[in-house]
């Protein structure tokens, strides 16, 4: 999929969270299930790390939590966290918070919880705040999630951050999978790239566990054709053993 992304269902988590404020809450449960459902699909629908993050983005934005929100994923070469995803124009801004929080330690705090962990955006006396929320599979973590909080805060807030959890959940279930898949199918690959040979005859074992001679083999699975020769250390071989 394409990483614009534009789907109905972000919406009704928002419409849904509102409503609930409102009136009886049984009545929008079926909604909101519905859309983690979808949301759920979405996300195994993406074919990248980054289109399964856009999803997310767009989800978590129904919420109406966030005035900005970011993605740090962990780099599976050399461990460190790498910024994959963020709102439009906030990089820069996001980068910043989350430096600030690596070194005040609250960062790794937040590695180790199941759920969000707030910091002050500026001084003590600062009404802005920020969350950093894990992107976690049982003991494996993911990455991690900051967002810049809204000054508002709306009534269904607590089940808002309950849906914030299961939301990055999910995603970090998905980019999990997607990488277990493509580290199979790499894997798949190389062997399907080895050649059986024998160590002593030199045929080669096909698929169906024939062995053939390696130039009818070459010849059968290849345009190229086998013509003979003698390399320089057999010839000096042959010759010793003709004089």
Known sequence: MNEAYD??????????????????????????????EHF?????AQDSAKTILTVSQSYIGGLNLFSQ??????????????LAL???GADEDLQKRVDEQVKAGRFAFALRQSGPVYFLCGPENSSSRGVLH??????QVIGMFCGILRRE????????????STLLGMSADAVATLRRTRQLTSEIEALQNLLPICAWCHKVRNDSGYWYQIEKYITAHSNTKITHGICPDCEKNFLKTRA
């Open 7 to 36: 789907s109905i269902y972000p919406d009704f988590l928002s419409s849904g969270l509102e409503t609930l404020a409102r009136l009886d809450m049984q009545h929008e449960l079926p909604a909101l299930f519905a859309a983690l």
């Open 40 to 44: 759920r699909h979405d996300l195994h």
């Open 134 to 139: 894990s992107l976690a599979i049982s003991s």
């Open 69 to 82: 929100t970011g993605f740090w994923l962990v780099s599976t070469q050399d461990l460190n966290f790498e």
């Open 86 to 88: 963020a709102t439009a």
């Open 153 to 164: 805060v709306g009534p269904a807030q607590a089940v808002a951050f309950n849906l914030l």
